[in-house]
Antibody, heavy 119, light 110 residues
């Protein structure tokens, strides 16, 4: 049974970089059947797809964040990571790492980690 | 890309059927049969309920069904139960391997 677990700081200062890592257990990140994605949810608001990465390193980002976000994958550690630069209070959210089947859907979610941007 | 449009809230009584709509455009919902639906309880991670417009993952009740007509996708829950009270989100492929979510719908079971 695959599980995903986010880790990283819960508090980030404005203008700094938000960095999160997703630890994947119960299966490899090298499978060609899935992308690996980040989705966020500001307090009291809806879900926002941030971006996804495939095993070949190809990345896809939501246009509003494209200039500030980088997603990477480390298959040797079975992890993938999110870096979001120049954060503001608007980036305060619960961040989920998610397994994304190649065809459609997001089928396995981490528990989510709350990141607050504040000085 | 703009968020897909969902009603903010819907409600129904136990045993009834309800439908949640998800309206996009000819560039997303209308152009691809790649719409998924998620159920989210407060403080919990979402759960995939429907993918590829109408397919149910293993373990999801038959009471949940999905459909699409033109630029609007729909999630129907039949035989409404108290445990169905949650937030529901749709999501569509919008091309170039990108996705967009709807704003979410709160379902209240009366």
């Amino acid at each position: 049974q695959m599980q995903l677990q986010e880790s990283g700081p819960g508090l980030v200062k404005p203008s700094e970089t938000l960095s999160l890592t997703c630890h994947v257990s119960g299966g490899p990140t090298t499978t060609r059947d899935y992308y690996w994605a980040w989705i966020r949810q500001p307090p009291g608001k809806g879900l926002e797809w941030v971006g996804s990465i495939y095993i070949n390193g190809n990345t896809y980002y939501t246009p509003p964040l494209k200039s500030r976000v980088t997603i990477s994958i480390d298959t040797s550690r079975n992890t993938f990571s999110l870096n979001l630069r120049s954060v503001t209070a608007a980036d305060t959210a619960v961040y989920y790492c998610v397994r994304q089947p190649v065809v459609d859907g997001f089928d396995i979610w981490g528990q989510g980690t709350m990141v607050t941007v504040s000085s | 890309q703009s968020a897909l449009t969902q009603p903010a809230s819907v409600s129904g009584s136990p045993g009834q059927s309800i439908t949640i709509s998800c309206t996009g455009t000819s560039r997303d919902v209308g152009n691809y049969n790649l719409v998924s639906w998620f159920q989210q309880y407060p403080g919990k991670a979402p759960t995939l309920m429907i993918y590829e417009v109408s397919k149910r993952p293993s373990g999801i009740s038959y009471r949940f069904s999905g459909s699409k007509s033109g630029n609007t996708a729909s999630l129907t829950i039949s035989g409404l139960q108290a445990e169905d009270e949650a937030d529901y989100y749709c999501c569509s492929y919008v091309g170039s391997s990108t996705r967009v979510f709807g704003g979410g719908t709160r379902l209240t079971v009366l």
